[in-house]
Each structure stands twice: as structure tokens, then as C-alpha cells.
């Protein structure tokens, strides 16, 4: 693939996973949809759903669609990135760029898709909470240590995905998220990708939603530090116990 063939396959496939991870996350809490008030499973599951579909369109890529997969990868030693893309650091800066992209753009298209619900009165940080991950107990250091833990677990198994015989697929993937957000999910909503969290609160922040209030710059942060780190432990560990 050529350069900008990855950039618009991780832009693609990020964009759809944040159309329809923010999408339900919309449904979910945003007054008035059909969805209003399902719970924490059906975000789970729509979310879960949302990898599965990122996956699939970015699959010529390597579909990492997410730049602690990338960044994993890299610390893995991995020789590719995708078939045939060579594991640099110039390439996982286009993969990094392709997902902050696609991540703002699903986020902006959430918002098109739910407007009328975000003119309805509900308090801004509901309204956040559609487009960025927050704690429910904010202690930054704890914050930190759950999402560097979470994001671990995701790329951990899916690099030790590696290992098995017969061919998993995006199915296996989107499984795997939605058991780390029954999981390990509560505290902070779990976003184990920086880019699903960062381009969807520069989007809030640029948007013109009624009644928004702060987009927590102050948070904004941990759940970019903490997939990073725990994207990189697993990567470093993976070769030594799941390839070893």
C-alpha cells in the first residue's frame, strides 16, 4: 500500500468505529432517542460492534485503527505494520494521523446524525460524555493506572492473536472490547485508544453543540498517557511470553 492508501484505510476505518461507538454511546444517553436509558451493556456491545466494523474496513491495513495497537506494534518488534508495510516510525506516524482524522470525522458525524437530540436541554456533561471518555471518581493517578491497564489487555491479546492456528478476525477483536468495557470499564469509561477519545473532544470543542459546557482539557490527557503506556507494555511483553 502506498502512503496515502494507509492514511485513508486507517481514516476510513477509525471514522467508522467512532460513528458507531459514539452513536450508541448517543442513543444511549442523549434525551429522547429510541435508546434512552439501555445501559452500560448496550454501550458495551454497540461499541464491541463498532471494532468490528472498523476492523473490516481497515482490514488491508492491518486495521489498527488505533495508535496504541500501533505503537504495540512497534515496540513488539514487529517487522510489518500490515502485509507489506514495513513497521517504521514514518509509517505509524501516517497510521497515527490516519486515526486522528477518521476519529474527529466520526465524531463530527455523530453529532449531524443525533442534532436534534443535542438541542434538547441536558446537562454539558452528558453531553461530553457522547464524544470523550470521563471518571467517575477522578483520582488522575488511578485514572491512569485503569486505562494503562485496560489498553495492556487489549493489545496484549491481540498480538498474542498471533499465536493461534486458525484465523480469529475482527469478530475476535470486537469480542475482546466488549469484555474489557464489562470489565475494567467502570472507573473511566475505558477508552484503551487515544485517538477515540482525543479527536472526539477537539470535535465538542469545535462544534457548535447547544448548551455544551468544558471539554475537560484537564482529564483529556490520561486517556491519551495511559493507552500509550499500556500499549507499549504489552508490546514489549508480548515477544517474550506469547511469541517466546
Known sequence: MSTG????????????????GCGVVANVILPRTKGFGGGWLLINFGWGLAVFAGVFVAF????????????????????????????????????????MVGAFLGAVLTYLVYKRHFDEEAPGAVKLA???????????????MTEIVGTFVLVFVVLSFANWPGDLGPLAVALLVVGIGASLGGPTGYAINPARDLGPRIAHAVLPIRGKRSSDWSYSWV????????GSLAGLLAPAVAFG
Open 60 to 99: 488491508r491495513s492491518g486495521a489498527h485503527i488505533n495508535p496504541a495497537v500501533t505503537v504495540g506494534l512497534m515496540a513488539s518488534g514487529a517487522q510489518e505494520f500490515g502485509p507489506g508495510i514495513e513497521a517504521t516510525a514514518g509509517n505509524a506516524v501516517v497510521y497515527i494521523a490516519g486515526q
Open 5 to 20: 492508501q494507509i492514511f485513508v484505510t486507517e481514516m476510513l476505518g477509525t471514522m467508522m468505529l467512532l460513528l458507531l
Open 130 to 144: 457522547v464524544f470523550s471518555t470521563g471518571p467517575e471518581l477522578r483520582s488522575y493517578g488511578w485514572n491512569l
Open 223 to 230: 486517556p491519551v498517557a495511559g493507552p500509550l503506556v499500556g
